[in-house]
């Protein structure tokens, strides 16, 4: 199955995913950090949580925020210290493919 798992969610789950996206909208209107420093957190977030898709996905969207490749990259590396080698390893290059948006 090649479908997107998050479209499959909507498909499977739509009230469920129709309460997620209200979480993700509360998320995005709380102040104090601008749209571009929130995606930066969500792709160190998702590389502690080894989720590539998840820093994909971000990637992206903080390249659109105004995210220098150098900026996408740091949050990935941030975690180095903290969550270890191989979970840089596993989103670096999904953090790359996001940046250049290959989704």
């Not at 601008?34 to 390249?63: E, Y």
């Not at 995210?67 to 969550?83: K, M, P, Q, T, Y």
């Amino acid at each position: 199955m090649n479908e997107n798992p998050y479209k499959l969610f909507q498909k499977e789950c739509p009230d469920v995913a129709a309460r997620f996206n209200d979480l993700i909208e509360a998320q995005k209107s709380l102040e104090g950090l601008d749209a571009k420093t929130k995606q930066l957190i969500n792709i160190a977030i998702q590389t502690s949580n080894r989720n590539p898709t998840g820093v994909k996905l971000h990637a992206f969207m903080a390249k659109n925020e105004g995210s220098s490749r150098d900026e996408i990259v740091g949050a990935v590396v941030l975690n180095l210290h903290l969550s270890g080698l191989t979970p840089v390893l596993e989103a670096l290059p999904a953090a790359l493919d996001g940046f250049e948006g290959k989704l």
